[in-house]
């Protein structure tokens, strides 16, 4: 829950949010060891948030980068206007992109409205997890097979009159990854 002007909890009127995050990320150590990554990565995310009377329901996708222990060369040769046949090898990344949803409650902790609690549960649905070569059509690439899944989050803001900051710890609880904790900045409009 991200708000301009802090929302009353007992406040009826909907109300739209959004933020980003930066997070790091706990991987299963097994699952992690078989894709061939390490088991921490990094986290960036984005996510809008719909809220009514308290109840925070939450959309948002999430970039992660991976520290790689397979990475891989590739000869790339220029295509473009501005590098034509120009030849150079490149290392691979290895990266992913998840959808979240979730739901959950918040809290108003202070009698001023400006500090909350956000419990929600949710699941998270890998649309890419894969090592490859980034602005190459045709180099190699191979799947990272590393799942999401359900998990339970709870956030913890401090909402001023433009923008909220906020701490956010996420536990997964199927699929490959662990724990998530980061911060949050963000919002509402």
Known sequence: MITSAP????????????????SKVLLDSDAAS??????????????????VSNWVSTAGFTFIT?????A???????????NRRYIIVESSDANAILLQGA??????????????????????????????????TRCY??????DGGAFV???LGHNGR????????????????GTVMGLEIGSSF
């Not at 891989?72 to 206007?81: D, R």
Request: charged share 15%; aromatic share 12%; proline share 3%.
């Open 7 to 22: 929302i009353l909890a007992n406040s009826s009127n909907p109300a739209w949010s959004f933020g980003a995050n930066v």
């Open 34 to 51: 078989q894709a061939g990554v390490e088991s921490r990565a990094l986290q960036t995310g984005f996510h809008l948030d719909y809220i």
């Open 66 to 70: 991976y520290d790689d222990n397979n």
């Open 72 to 82: 891989f060369l590739q000869t790339v040769i220029g295509e473009g206007p501005l």
């Open 103 to 136: 739901t959950g409650y918040r809290w108003m902790l202070n009698k001023s409205y400006n500090i909350d609690f956000i419990a929600q549960a949710g699941f998270s649905l890998p649309v890419i997890s894969e090592r490859s070569i980034g602005s190459c």
């Open 141 to 146: 690439s191979e799947d990272i097979d590393l």
């Open 153 to 155: 989050m709870g956030r």
């Open 162 to 177: 433009s923008v909220r900051f906020g701490l956010s710890i996420q536990q997964f609880i199927s699929g490959d990854l």
